[in-house]
């Protein structure tokens, strides 16, 4: 069953660092997201993506965040200046349409921490 | 500002009991429900949608329940087994256009004892 997977499982970076979270979603899927998880609180959007380009994105991702789809496969969140806040459980799902009525897949997250 | 809340933390249930595990949201806008599950170190995994249009889904084990009119939703697991035993999220979505995010719930850790 096709499935979304994240590089690396665990990143750990010193506060100020640059860190690139990697995604490969589901190989026929349109629309790429990103969601964070803090210890112990809700999972959390971050970001929408389709056709090359942003289609919306919450207060959490300010201009320290930068997402890209460098080629056919890979979807990356690129966090440019970490701070210890950014601790986190950080998800990529993907979904085959847009709408409110699809399904959105996850893949298995990348904790990240900053020390 | 919480617009989907899973107020029960945890949930404990007998193998082969029914569990039950509630979702009530606040957002009108929302016509979209979804039901994760997630494992330690995974990814939340989908479970069981329902759409607005419909009251009740069933996915075998699995049913969900939407009362639109009290912004209540709930799953329903019966029987109950021991590898049901994980953190249940509600999520939601409503009419945007383009992508439209999950709006997710904080969570119920179901534990089912055999």
């Known amino acids: 069953e096709p499935e979304v997977t994240q590089t690396p499982s665990h990143q750990v970076t010193q506060m100020g660092q640059e860190v690139i979270l990697r995604c490969v979603p589901i190989s026929n899927h349109l629309y790429f997201y990103w969601y964070r998880q803090i210890l112990g609180q809700k999972v959390e959007f971050l970001v929408s993506f389709y056709n090359n380009e942003i289609s919306e994105k919450s207060e959490i991702f300010d201009d320290q965040f930068s997402v890209e789809r460098p080629d056919g496969s890979n979807f990356t969140l690129k966090i440019r200046s970490t701070k210890l806040e950014d601790s986190a459980m950080y998800f990529c799902?993907?979904?085959?349409?847009?709408?409110?009525?699809?399904?959105?897949?996850f893949g298995p997250g990348t904790r990240l921490t900053v020390l | 500002d919480q617009q989907v809340k899973q107020n029960s933390p945890s949930l404990s249930v007998q193998e082969g009991r029914i569990s039950i595990l509630n979702c009530d949201y606040t957002?009108?806008?929302?016509?979209?429900f979804l039901w994760y599950k997630k494992y330690p170190a995974e990814g939340p995994t989908f479970l069981i949608s329902?759409?607005?249009?419909?009251d009740k889904n069933e996915d075998g084990r699995f049913t969900v329940f939407l009362n639109k009119s009290a912004k209540h939703l709930s799953l329903h697991i019966v029987p109950s087994q021991p590898g049901d035993s994980a953190v249940y999220f509600c999520a939601a979505s409503g009419r945007n256009s383009g992508n439209t995010p999950l709006v997710f719930g904080k969570g119920t850790r179901l534990s089912v004892i055999a």
């Open positions: 799902a993907s979904s085959l349409t847009a709408g409110n009525v699809d399904t959105q897949y």
């Open positions: 957002n009108s806008m929302f016509d979209y």
């Open positions: 329902i759409s607005s249009i419909k």
